[in-house]
Antibody
Framework: QVQLVQSGAEVKKPGASVKVSCKAS????????MHWVRQAPGQGLEWMGWINPNSGGTNYAQKFQGRVTMTRDTSISTAYMELSRLRSDDTAVYYCAREIAVAGGVRNDYWGQGTLVTVSS | DIQMTQSPSSLSASVGDRVTITCQAS??????LNWYQQKPGKAPKLLIY???NLETGVPSRFSGSGSGTDFTFTISSLQPEDIATYYCQQYDNLTFGPGTKVDIK
């Protein structure tokens, strides 16, 4: 069965960086794009970007351009999201989510359990 | 960028009620719209894709309709386990609507 297992909670100081991992199992990792979505406390879902695990190509939301880097290690079927120059308003739960694209339709069918990143001095 | 609005932002209904949520896109998105359910402390769950297709394993009381700029999500008979926040999502970089919180009256 498809599973996305994310790394544990992090506490970071403002200005630091955080790297969250998402280990995939139960499917061919390189066959599906991986998205990252975050959710600040009490807020809605915010799309951050995606990575093509096959090519390593990425597409980032404009808001995060220059601060986010998405990478992958195909040998261990793991995707990574690194966010730099952290601010207090980056405090959020970060999710990875697999994209399935069929006949022009695109959706996130499997999600990780979420990783809480807290930014606090 | 395509903007999504949802209404209402929250609603309260009785068990067994029919619940309807609307999502509007700022431009024509054809049928490129998904609906998700998110329960507190949990990851979102895909319910409806391509505006009206029920994801495998999702109860048939959930349905979706619409195309172009106006979309509707319906729970035909609200159940206690349906208490959650519901989000629409469009395909332009998979951005989400602001969400609709549903609870029991």
């Amino acid at each position: 069965q498809v599973q996305l297992v994310q790394s544990g909670a992090e506490v970071k100081k403002p200005g630091a960086s955080v790297k969250v991992s998402c280990k995939a199992s139960g499917y061919t990792f390189t066959g599906y794009y991986m998205h990252w979505v975050r959710q600040a406390p009490g807020q809605g879902l915010e799309w951050m970007g995606w990575i093509n695990p096959n090519s390593g190509g990425t597409n980032y939301a404009q808001k995060f351009q220059g601060r986010v880097t998405m990478t992958r290690d195909t040998s261990i079927s793991t995707a990574y999201m690194e966010l730099s120059r952290l601010r207090s308003d980056d405090t959020a739960v970060y999710y990875c989510a697999r994209e399935i694209a069929v006949a022009g339709g695109v959706r996130n069918d499997y999600w990780g359990q979420g990783t809480l990143v807290t930014v606090s001095s | 960028d395509i903007q999504m609005t949802q209404s209402p932002s929250s609603l309260s209904a009785s068990v067994g009620d029919r619940v309807t949520i609307t999502c509007q896109a700022s431009q024509d998105i054809s049928n490129y719209l998904n609906w998700y359910q998110q329960k507190p402390g949990k990851a979102p769950k895909l319910l409806i894709y391509d505006a009206s297709n029920l994801e495998t394993g999702v109860p048939s009381r959930f349905s979706g309709s619409g195309s172009g700029t106006d979309f509707t999500f319906t729970i035909s008979s609200l159940q206690p386990e349906d208490i959650a926040t519901y989000y629409c999502q469009q395909y332009d970089n998979l951005t989400f609507g602001p969400g609709t919180k549903v609870d029991i009256k």
